[in-house]
């Protein structure tokens, strides 16, 4: 049996209002949050139970769009979006050391534009869970459908914004979750599922789209940043004639093994920026140093702990840089820490500031979710769910979704290498869908804040200057720009 408080959040709405959060004290919120959960059918008498934190606009919530935020991974919580992102709050580091954070309103957040439902999604991941396992095995295909029926089940409950504009967003492995979900919304739409959900589009950053454009983007990306020569580039493009996801010979790995060479040791989810080490003890340091050969500044970790930077965590979701997700079971981020010869996990991510606050029972309690001893600990990244990418190539699709008219905005952080916006730029383009406003800047607070191209079907790509695989956590200010002005249709 679930708990008395998992009961009373499948009741009105108005049971799941959060009225306080540990460690916000600046007067109440500027708009109205709920958090709870829904449930949908599973393997099992328990089903499903889907996570959602709902933050209405803090402008005209009757009026302004919906929008679904989902992060990637897959296994990956939207309260990294939350958190670390778009959320309402800008999070500090709690003083004493070690406290929970200090919660400081947001002046970029999304929701000063939007309603923004956070969901983790599919269950077993962040603060989603059945208490069947045999619910964790999951793929591209069930997880839409799953989250298309928490969709229905959400408005069911909220149906004051049914006529709201309705959006689906989301980054990285999103990139798969957001078009999956966008057709299974469409169908629903089609079929006469109710409620009807007035669907309008849907927004993709720094997103996963085909193995092809995907792993084909790094060499183009490396050689335009100048991270490889010239004649690195040549010798590359020569041995591998275009083709650098799959070596075809010998020849093409040795020169491919140049270029990881390179850009070792570069953050690959934003080059501009130093990555974050989890500290590990001495001894173990040593044995990586016996181990492998790393950086000086690596070797002192076990000696000195490095600061733990809040708004400049760099924890990709995604694969690692060279190989595209392949079709099947793909490995989860921390099934490849586990497997990493150091022990310290992922490198390049700091997640203490979302785990302390998440795993903190008060916090559960005022977000009206479930207590570690049935929801489990709270990850950014969990190893409990089993995962098919079934989905294949999104362009069909994208090609599908533009056809029928629903609005397309894909942007990507150009100092990304995990999923490099050459590869974005490429397949969005291989639609041949006709260029209406060709290649350009745009501006946000009077300066040059990135490039787009648009075309017609209501297709945009769109690029933003000097971020990484997580826009808006480096370029806050002009991640509102242009997520504010194409929600409203207006000219980027």
């Not at 949050?33 to 709902?54: D, E, Q, S, V």
């Not at 799953?146 to 409950?157: A, N, P, S, Y």
């Not at 990306?221 to 493009?237: K, N, P, Q, R, W």
């Amino acid at each position: 049996m679930l708990s008395s408080l998992f009961i009373a959040n499948e009741a009105a709405p108005e049971t799941n209002l959060i009225t306080k959060l540990p460690g916000f004290s600046n007067g109440s919120f500027p708009s109205k949050h709920y958090g709870g959960y829904i449930t949908i059918a599973g393997i099992g008498n328990t089903g499903k139970n889907l996570f959602y934190y709902f933050v209405e606009s803090e402008r005209h919530p009757e009026n302004d769009p919906v929008v679904l935020w989902l992060n990637g991974g897959p296994g990956c919580s939207s309260f990294d979006g939350f958190v670390y992102e778009h959320g309402p709050f800008n999070f500090e580091e709690g003083k004493p050391k070690g406290s929970l954070p200090i919660l400081h309103l947001n002046p970029y957040s999304w929701s000063k534009v939007s309603n923004v439902i956070y969901l983790d999604s599919p269950a077993g991941v962040g603060l989603s869970f059945s208490k069947d396992p045999r619910n964790y095995e999951t793929g591209d295909l069930q997880t839409a459908s799953d989250t298309h029926t928490f969709l229905v089940k959400w408005f069911e409950q909220f149906p004051e914004f049914l006529s709201n504009p309705f959006y689906i967003s989301g980054e990285s492995y999103a990139g798969i979750y957001v078009p999956t979900l966008a057709s299974q919304v469409a169908k629903g739409i089609k079929d006469g599922t109710k409620p009807i959900i007035n669907f309008k589009g849907y927004m993709v950053g720094n997103g996963v789209a085909d193995r092809k454009f995907d792993g084909n983007a790094l060499v183009p990306f490396a050689h335009g940043m100048g991270l490889i020569s010239d004649s690195i580039y040549e010798e590359v493009e020569a041995a591998c004639e275009g083709n650098y996801y799959y070596a075809q010979s010998d020849i093409c790995y040795q020169k491919l093994e140049r270029v990881d060479q390179a850009i070792d040791g570069l953050n690959i989810y934003n080059i501009l920026e130093p990555c974050y080490h989890r500290p590990i003890t001495e001894e173990k340091a040593n044995n990586y140093k016996q181990n492998t050969s790393i950086p000086a500044s690596f070797q002192q970790l076990g000696k000195t702990e490095k600061p733990l930077p809040v708004r400049t965590r760099m924890f990709g979701r995604a694969w690692p840089y060279r190989a595209p997700v392949e079709v099947g079971i793909v490995t989860l981020w921390p099934q490849l820490a586990a497997k990493s010869v150091s022990g310290v996990s992922v490198p390049c991510f700091n997640d203490e500031i979302a785990t302390r606050w998440l795993n903190d029972k008060a916090v559960r309690e005022a977000i009206h979710a479930e207590p570690e001893s049935v929801a489990g600990a709270w990850d950014l990244c969990t190893s409990r769910i089993h995962y098919n990418h079934s989905g294949g190539s999104m362009i069909p699709y994208h090609l599908n979704l533009t056809m029928q008219g629903y609005r397309a905005l894909i942007f990507s952080g150009d100092h990304d290498m995990c999923v490099p916006f050459t590869g974005s730029e490429a397949w969005t383009r291989s639609l041949g869908y006709k260029i209406v406003d060709e290649w350009r800047n745009w501006i946000s607070n009077g300066d040059v804040a990135g490039y787009l191209q648009e075309y017609d079907h209501n297709l945009t790509f769109l690029t933003i200057k000097g971020a990484g695989h997580t826009v808006p956590e480096y370029k806050p200010q002009e991640a509102l720009h242009f997520y504010s002005r194409w929600l409203q249709g207006l000219r980027i």
